[in-house]
Nanobody
Framework: VQLVQLGAELSRPGASVKVSCKAS????????IHWVRQTPGQKFEWMGR????????DYAQKFQGRVTFSADTSISTAYVELRSAKFEDTAVYYC??????WGQGTQVTVSS
């Protein structure tokens, strides 16, 4: 079982950024993918989750309306898109299979 994420993404304030998570080694449609971020102050924030099988999503209240989860079962890849990026969105974004197996994280930097 493996979750692979790209190393880094750069965004400007007000722009959108999309992070991918490619899964392998299991049936992608059968398990939730969670998204968690770790801020520079080391705080972990659970952003929400997606059921790749039916596209059902749950969002943490803080991210409701500004974040969208999606999944492409044909390529076993999940995505999180963050809109209207802010400086404080700078963090490492992790995908996690049922919070048990984690990707290596994608550093998202929001900078002007």
């Amino acid at each position: 079982v493996q979750l692979v994420q790209l190393g880094a993404e750069l965004s400007r304030p007000g722009a959108s950024v999309k992070v991918s998570c490619k899964a392998s080694g299991y049936n992608f449609s059968d398990y939730y993918i969670h998204w968690v971020r770790q801020t520079p102050g080391q705080k972990f924030e659970w952003m929400g989750r997606i059921d790749p099988g039916d596209g059902g999503t749950d969002y943490a209240q803080k991210f409701q309306g500004r974040v969208t989860f999606s999944a492409d079962t044909s390529i076993s890849t999940a995505y999180v898109e963050l809109r209207s990026a802010k400086f404080e969105d700078t963090a490492v974004y992790y995908c996690a299979l049922e919070l048990l197996r984690w990707g290596q994280g994608t550093q998202v930097t929001v900078s002007s």
